[in-house]
Structures are given as C-alpha cells and as structure tokens.
C-alpha cells in the first residue's frame, strides 16, 4: 500500500475522507523496529504519532533514573502526553520505544491545531486519546499502590501478548524487571511461581502464557 491507502485503511470510520485525506498530505511516515527510540525524554516534540501499524510502550523516567512502563499505545491510537506536549510547546516527559516493528504517521503541530477547529471527528479522537490515556495511568497508580508485585507482572504479561497478537512473549527476566522497576531476582522468583500454578511457561529463550491473548 502506499501512504495515502495506509493511512485511510488505518483511520475510515474514524475520520472523514476530507480529514483522511489531509492526514495523508500533512504526515510523515516512519518505520521502526523493536527497541527504536521514538520520543525522548527531555527534547521538544514538532510532530503528533499516529500510530499505523506496530506497538510502542510508554515510559516515565523515576528519580533514580530507572523507568516504569505507563501503557501500550496500539494501531490508530496517539500518545495524549505528546498532545499535551504539542499543544504546550513543552519538553517530552514520556519516552516512547517500540515493541515490536511497525510504521508511524507523524504529523506536523500546527496541523493539529488547525483540525482541532475544523474537524468535529478530529475534537473527538483527541478527546478520547485524553480519556483513554488517563484510564490507563489511574490503571498504572491502582497496580501499584494496591496490587501485589505477581498479580503486577501477570497483568503485563497478558497486556504484552494482546499487543503483539501472540502467547509467546519474547522478553528476558532482565527486560521484564526493568519494565515493572523492580529487580531480576525478583521477577524470576514471581515468574517460577506463575510456572508452579499453571499460567505460565518458561522457556530457555521466552515466556508462554496459558492461553490465547485477548
């Protein structure tokens, strides 16, 4: 597909085709692969991700300089933090990774605002990207402040295998612990319980949850 039938397959009946079709004319596409770096913390943000295909993690930086997972942002989803970031002309706060290989639509900041008056569809998208988002960092604070650090990592467990499509989950114990800030010996202390009580497996090489991702 070229970049005009990508970005309309990505967001009709999400959009009008007057919008699609600026979207199209206005956005940049970008590849990346597992691991890229795609918004840093402490740099300003020009352009708004519209996500076409793939997964990235968000993540906060702590004041240890180590890094929590926020969410996932997943096909035709945007990152509310860079709106708040785009519409503020301030620093990211945020740092956007891949999780796997997929392709991006970054779109010019003053086109934003622009489509913000002109397109009713445009208002709610936002809107709903704001309210999505903020669900999930109240997620985020509920999983620590009230859960237990095994029902934390089953939890990202089963959210890492929905954005990948797949019950395997490629990812060493390492990996994993950096993700939740916690420790490796902790982590694959709870994962060989996980094992022990039947949802999970553990292999040399990835991690196969019990069932289908949902």
């Known amino acids: 597909m070229n970049q005009e039938e990508l970005i309309q397959d990505t967001f009709r009946g999400i959009f009008e085709a007057e919008l699609i079709n600026e979207i199209a004319a206005a956005a940049r596409l970008v590849p990346f692969k ?8 402490g740099r300003y943000i020009k352009t708004m991700p519209l996500l076409i295909t793939g ?13 929590l997972l926020l969410y996932f942002i997943e096909k035709g989803d945007t990152c ?20 796997n290989s997929g392709l991006v639509a970054m779109v010019p900041v003053n086109r934003m605002e622009e489509w913000m008056g002109k397109y009713k569809s445009w208002r709610a998208f936002v809107f709903e990207s704001y309210n999505n988002r903020f669900n999930e960092l109240l997620s985020a604070i509920d999983h620590l402040a009230f859960m237990h650090m095994d029902q934390r990592l ?5 959210e890492a295998a929905k954005v990948n499509g797949t019950h395997v989950i490629n990812k060493t ?11 490796r010996v902790v982590i694959s202390r709870l994962l060989k319980a996980l094992e022990n009580e039947g949802k999970i ?14």
């Open 34 to 41: 597992e691991g890229d770096v795609l918004i840093e913390i």
């Open 80 to 99: 509310a933090m860079t709106l708040a970031c785009c519409a503020g002309d301030k620093k990211s706060e945020i740092r956007a990774i891949a999780e």
């Open 154 to 158: 089953l939890n990202y467990l089963r």
């Open 173 to 183: 114990h390492q990996e994993i612990a950096y993700e939740l800030n916690s420790s």
């Open 55 to 67: 997964a990235i993690k968000i993540m906060r930086e702590d004041f240890d300089e180590g890094e």
């Open 201 to 214: 497996k553990l292999n040399r090489s990835n991690i196969e949850l019990s069932g289908s991702p949902t």
